[in-house]
């Protein structure tokens, strides 16, 4: 689903954290929110999936304005860096946590949860609870429940952090192929640029609460708008 974000300001007490964003994410594109750390990236994400008022502006979910729309009620999934699975439930019930609310049947769920299961390859390990998975199974198992009630959009807040250096290598073109297999819109929240060059198809550059560039991977390496945008993509002039 195509997502825009028109004129977002978003203030805590006196200060501006973001200040009149305006983004559009296209039906089924992967996009990266790259910025130093406290540049306002997470703010962001929070705004989309509702945990953050906006104070100003509008976000559409395709043509619906979801502003004043609560969290609860935007189907968005997230996946956060600590992948915040529940200890005390195995596999199957993390998954199929989303769906508890609404009433499905048994079989119904069931299958939800293997099909989704079995796309992230984690088919296998439904029984187990997350202290018994590595950390790229964990985080496997944070994506099937981001998305087993196929959100609108998928928005991963740097997912791969908390990951050893080979992990993260695998689990970047797994996680592109799992956006890619699943059509979703997706925003992926990364200090990373090489994360964000090889996983996305735009790129739009934070700096101080502002985008400050928005491009391919390729177009913003070869033409920076600035020397800020080089050095951080580690293409200095
Ligand atoms: P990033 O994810 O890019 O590292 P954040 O969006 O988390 O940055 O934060 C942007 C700025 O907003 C930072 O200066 C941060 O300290 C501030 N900030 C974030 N959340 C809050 C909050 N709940 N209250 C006050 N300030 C906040
Ligand atoms: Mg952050």
Do not use: W
Request: with cysteine; glycine share 8%.
């Amino acid at each position: 689903m195509r997502i825009s974000i028109e004129n977002f300001t978003k203030s805590f007490g006196d200060t501006t954290v973001i200040e009149d964003m305006s983004l559009e994410i296209g039906d089924g594109e992967m996009l990266a929110l790259l910025g130093p750390s406290g540049c306002g990236k997470s703010t962001t994400l929070f705004a989309i999936c509702g945990i953050h008022r906006m104070n100003a502006g509008r976000l559409l979910f395709g043509d619906a304005d979801v502003t004043e729309v609560s969290s609860q009620k935007r189907n968005v999934g997230v996946v956060f860096q600590n992948y915040a699975l529940y200890p005390h439930m195995n596999v199957y019930e993390n998954i199929a946590f989303p769906l508890k609310v609404r009433k499905e049947s048994r079989a119904e769920v069931d299958r939800k949860v293997q099909e989704i299961a079995d796309l992230v390859h984690i088919g296998e390990l439904l029984q187990r609870r997350p202290v018994q998975l590595s950390g790229g199974q964990q985080q496997r198992v944070a994506l099937a429940r981001a998305l087993i009630r196929k959100p609108d959009i998928l928005l991963l807040d740097e997912p791969l952090a908390n990951l050893d250096a080979k992990l993260r290598l695998e689990m970047r073109s797994e996680i592109r192929r799992i956006q890619l297999a699943t059509g979703i819109t997706a925003v992926l929240v990364t200090h990373d640029q090489v994360e964000a060059m090889s996983m996305c198809d735009r790129i739009a550059i934070m700096d101080k609460g502002r985008i400050v560039q928005l491009s391919t991977p390729k177009d913003m390496y070869e033409n920076p708008s600035s020397a800020f945008v080089a050095g951080f993509l580690g293409n200095p002039p």
